[in-house]
């Protein structure tokens, strides 16, 4: 399983925590142009910054003319709004493991590529997992970060919990088949039953 993004979940109004329905769309880069030129992304919710828009962050690598660089990706979106904006941090890891950011704001450019990355979920991994490339794309003048149905495949959505600094637990797993830009199957796990159920038209 791979991660492609999470966001935070408000208790209702008994204090207990359920999964949203969830329409199978998400944010990934696209080029409104040329269809085929895509990438998936991972998507962090990272916080709320003062100006009010929800920040995520996404591990890429990023090639911009004579560099190639490992960078963060931060993603400001709007709620208000819709206003996105993406501001790329290169970075490089050091000999002792520290990881040491630079000052430096980087801009997504035409000409540049993108390889980004998600977390996928290992249990035999003493980590939990490990990152994973799950896609490439040329920037254009024409790229944007578009909330849509996903490309078809399979998708899962589930709540997370940690403490403290114990591995967290996920529950409440449903399933998504997504064929033809349409949510064609859903199937939903829970501790006590299986339920599979089909979309309404």
Not at 83 to 95: H, N, P, S
Not at 129 to 158: C, H, K, R, S
Request: proline share 5%; no cysteine.
């Amino acid at each position: 399983m791979i991660l492609l993004g999470d966001e935070l979940l408000e208790p209702d109004e008994y204090g207990q925590y359920n999964l949203p329905d969830w329409d199978g769309k998400w944010f990934y880069l696209q080029d409104n142009i040329e269809s085929e030129n895509y990438a998936l992304i991972g998507m962090s919710f990272d916080s709320v910054v003062p100006e009010g828009s929800l920040l995520f962050t996404s591990e890429i690598d990023l090639v911009s003319g004579s560099m190639d660089t490992p960078a963060v990706l931060n993603i400001y979106i709007n709620p208000g709004t819709g206003e996105k904006r993406l501001v790329a941090i290169q970075y490089t890891v050091r000999d002792n493991g520290t990881i040491q950011f630079s000052k430096q704001n980087l801009e997504l450019g035409p000409g540049d590529v993108v390889y980004s990355y998600g977390w996928e979920l290992l249990e035999d991994n003493p980590d939990g997992g490990e990152w994973i490339q799950i896609g490439q794309m040329n920037v254009t003048e024409n790229t944007t970060l578009t909330y849509d149905i996903l490309p078809d495949g399979t998708y899962a959505q589930a709540m997370y919990a940690e403490y403290d600094d114990n591995p967290g637990n996920y529950a409440g797993w449903k399933t998504f088949w997504i064929e033809e830009g349409e949510v064609v199957k859903i199937e939903v796990e829970t501790t006590t039953s299986e339920e599979k159920s089909q979309p309404e038209e």
